[in-house]
């Protein structure tokens, strides 16, 4: 499946990946939806706010649909506000690859889709971010494991506007 989802062929009948040509570009209001729905659905998979706290734990979990609808709004007044790039499909610039949302010393958040993770498009937006080696980060993920050369300081409150 995976290969169907990358490999491209065009009108001569030569094949070629996008892995070799993908377009960066910013951010549309065409993307934000995309781009919200893809964060909150692998952001909140590791929430800030832990329902087990303590010893003994503290078992309070925040009521049904709380996180999703604040964070939601909580996305919607940061993306204006900070440098948002986006690595899209040659051929259709409506095609999102991965994206990424950060500040000048703070990542945000990182995200590639799952067809096209292991192929180095991270790489290609962290570089694009060019962030500093020692470098906040609000969100955490383990996304960020796979980038070795980055001393990541956690700071859930960088994002908060």
């Not at 604040?70 to 900070?82: A, G, H, S, V």
């Not at 180095?120 to 070795?148: H, I, Q």
Request: proline share 7%; aromatic share 12%.
């Amino acid at each position: 499946m995976e290969a169907q989802a990358t490999d491209i062929i065009d009108d001569q009948g030569i094949e070629r990946s996008i892995k070799n040509q993908p377009v960066l570009r910013q951010m549309r209001e065409s993307d934000k939806a995309m781009i919200i729905d893809s964060w909150l659905r692998s952001g909140l998979q590791y929430p800030i706010f832990a329902s087990d706290v303590g010893r003994p734990p503290i078992r309070l979990k925040p009521p049904h649909g709380l996180l999703l609808s604040q964070n939601r709004t909580f996305l919607q007044k940061i993306l204006p506000l900070t440098s948002v790039a986006v690595l899209c499909d040659p051929e259709d610039s409506d095609h999102i690859i991965g994206w990424i949302c950060y500040e000048e010393d703070c990542l945000h958040f990182i995200f590639v889709k799952y067809n096209f993770r292991r192929l180095g498009f991270a790489n290609e937006l962290m570089e694009k971010a060019n962030l500093p080696v020692e470098c906040e980060v609000s969100w955490r993920t383990p996304a960020l494991n796979f980038f070795k050369k980055y001393v990541w300081t956690w700071n859930p409150y960088r994002s908060w506007r």
